[in-house]
């Protein structure tokens, strides 16, 4: 951090279904078998002073506390929610822990966007592409063949958290994709990767 830091919060919150909860309450495999999972949430958390971001989505407690940590380590001067999705233990903390900030409060999640409209417009305004945008047409053509064949070529430029959350919000996360150390043994891929689609919703 810098002295002259500002941040920017935008954040998303939904509140886990019984099946989800069981399933990542129960979990043999769980590292964190003493907090209880009740919400999920996704936020972008931008340095206004120096354009940097940072990407998160992760799980929480009834009591929101890594929401609450996130809040006293940065200290954002500026919110960006959906009013229908903002819990009141959410609000509650925002109340004790900020001082004034800025809210801009969006009434539904419609006036956010989702997961894939926010990396269509990436993709189309060319934000990380080293190309001209002069070249927009054949970006958006190759954007569209590479979301159809599969194919990765065109985010190599992208920074690295956004590609790995798009590629979580895509269900990749669920391969379990074994892979060769180098050394004559195989690990599985870590199942326990948190979905991205909240996280890139935040970002747009």
């Known amino acids: 951090d810098t002295p002259n830091s500002k941040y920017l919060l935008t954040f998303r919150e939904r509140i886990l279904d019984k099946k989800s909860t069981m399933e990542l309450n129960f ?74 900030p800025t ?12 997961w894939n409209n926010t990396l269509s417009m990436i993709s189309m305004n060319n934000y990380f592409n080293q190309e001209s945008t002069n070249n927009n047409n054949n970006d958006n053509d190759e954007y569209n063949n590479n979301n159809e064949n599969g194919g990765d070529s065109f985010y190599d430029c992208w920074p690295e958290v956004i590609k790995i959350f798009k590629r979580r919000a895509e269900g990749l996360k669920s391969d379990y ?4 150390d180098g050394k004559g043994k195989v690990e599985e891929e870590d199942k326990d990767e948190r979905n991205g689609d909240l996280a890139l919703s935040c970002l747009g």
């Not at 407690?61 to 929401?67: A, G």
């Not at 994709?177 to 060769?180: A, L, Y």
């Open 27 to 100: 979990d043999e495999n769980s590292n964190d078998k003493d907090v209880i999972f009740v919400v999920e949430y996704g936020i972008c958390l931008v340095d206004t002073a120096t354009g940097e971001f940072i990407l998160g989505q992760f799980y929480d407690d009834e009591p929101r506390t890594s929401f609450e940590t996130l809040l006293l380590r940065m200290l954002p001067k500026e919110l960006i929610y959906i009013k229908t999705e903002a819990s009141k233990e959410s609000l509650r903390l925002i109340d004790n822990h900020l001082v004034y």
């Open 103 to 114: 809210r801009n409060i969006k009434k539904t999640e419609n006036d956010f966007p989702d």
């Open 177 to 180: 994709r074994m892979e060769d």
